[in-house]
Nanobody, 124 residues
Framework: QLQLVESGGGLVQPGGSLRLSCVAS????????IGWFRQAPGKERERVSC????????MYADSVKGRFTVFRDNARNTVYLQMNSLEPEDTAVYYC?????????????????WGQGTQVTVSS
C-alpha cells in the first residue's frame, strides 16, 4: 500500500517561508495526482493545492494563490509545497494525499492515501 510521509513543518514568523515535502514509499508516485490539504483546530479540512501526475496541471485555493507553489520530482518520489509570505491564518496541520488516478480533485474523499500530517505554525 502506498505510504506518504510529510516533513518540513515548523514555527515561522509572518512573512516567512517553509517548504513541505511529501515522500512516498512502497510504490512510485508517478501515476498519481497529489493534493495538499490543511486542517486548523475547529475547522474542516480544506484543499490547499493539487498537482497532476506529470506536474502539467496544478490547482490552488484562492487563499494561497500567488504565495504557495506545488511541484514534484517523480524521480525522487517526492512532491513539494513551497509556502511563501506565510500568514497566521495559514496555521494548521498540513497533509499530503494521493489519488489513484492522474488528475486532481477538490474533494478529500477522492483521495485514497494520506500522510500523517505536519504542523505549520505562523506566529510572531
Amino acid at each position: 500500500q502506498l505510504q506518504l510521509v510529510e516533513s518540513g513543518g515548523g514555527l515561522v514568523q509572518p512573512g516567512g517561508s517553509l517548504r513541505l515535502s511529501c515522500v512516498a514509499s512502497e510504490f512510485a508516485l508517478e501515476y498519481n495526482a497529489i493534493g495538499w490539504f490543511r486542517q486548523a483546530p475547529g475547522k474542516e479540512r480544506e484543499r490547499v493545492s493539487c498537482i497532476s501526475d506529470t506536474g502539467g496541471k496544478t490547482m490552488y485555493a484562492d487563499s494561497v494563490k500567488g504565495r504557495f507553489t506545488v511541484f514534484r520530482d517523480n524521480a525522487r518520489n517526492t512532491v513539494y509545497l513551497q509556502m511563501n509570505s506565510l500568514e497566521p491564518e495559514d496555521t494548521a496541520v498540513y497533509y499530503c494525499a494521493a489519488r489513484k488516478v492522474y488528475y486532481c480533485s477538490t474533494y478529500p474523499s477522492q483521495y485514497a492515501y494520506w500522510g500523517q500530517g505536519t504542523q505549520v505554525t505562523v506566529s510572531s
